[in-house]
T-cell receptor
């Protein structure tokens, strides 16, 4: 069955510290991969996406993610977290199809300590 | 910029009422989606549409219906609202030509009393 797992429900980091949010997926073929961020009371905003090519992708707000096919993972990283990064983060996978359906992980809530 | 708008940010309805949630996108996207978001459960797909008048059930369609009469508009209908439909509802759109990246509206927080 197709699925996305974000093992960490809640993460707390200090401002200025590095961050890694984990995402593992189960999918039949190499999917499209996405990371979204949701600030409180808002919709989701795309941080970055992987379709093909270079497995290290750069996104907005200083985020990057690395696709590791052998580990079925697409972890999100940031070298130095800012207080404004506190939000909920969602990993999503989808097929290369016309319907555009995505499967979302359950989300990781990031808290940033001053 | 792609824009997805939802008719209400907050909505309070009573049990048994018929509720309409409207979503409009301005990027000529073929695909449109309705999700509900509940704490700890992430986003769950209710219905989606890949063309005008075409719709498919998602993972949790029970108690909901949808309508897509025009390409830019996708409506979610709660025929008889119940308290367990109190949730955040998110609309999204995408296009296969743009890699299926989904663009989200701001969400509607629905409370059913």
């Amino acid at each position: 069955a197709q699925s996305v797992t974000q093992p960490d429900i809640h993460i707390t980091v200090s401002e200025g510290a590095s961050l890694e949010l984990r995402c593992n997926y189960s999918y039949g073929a190499t999917p499209y991969l996405f990371w979204y961020v949701q600030s409180p009371g808002q919709g989701l905003q795309l941080l970055l996406k992987y379709f093909s090519g270079d497995t290290l992708v750069q996104g907005i707000k200083g985020f990057e993610a690395e696709f590791k096919r052998s580990q079925s993972s697409f972890n999100l990283r940031k070298p130095s977290v800012h207080w404004s990064d506190a939000a909920e983060y969602f990993c999503a996978v989808g097929a290369r199809s016309n319907t555009g359906k995505l499967i979302f992980g359950q989300g990781t809530t990031l808290q940033v300590k001053p | 910029d792609v824009k997805v708008t939802q008719s209400s940010r907050y909505l309070v309805k009573r049990t048994g009422e018929k509720v309409f949630l409207e979503c409009v996108q301005d990027m000529d996207h073929e695909n449109m989606f309705w999700y509900r978001q509940d704490p700890g459960l992430g986003l769950r797909l209710i219905y989606f549409s890949y063309d005008v008048k075409m719709k498919e059930k998602g993972d949790i369609p029970e108690g909901y219906s949808v309508s897509r009469e025009k390409k830019e508009r996708f409506s979610l209908i709660l025929e008889s609202a119940s308290t367990n439909q109190t949730s955040m509802y998110l609309c999204a759109s995408s296009s296969p030509g743009a890699g299926n990246e989904q663009f989200f509206g701001p969400g509607t927080r629905l409370t059913v009393l």
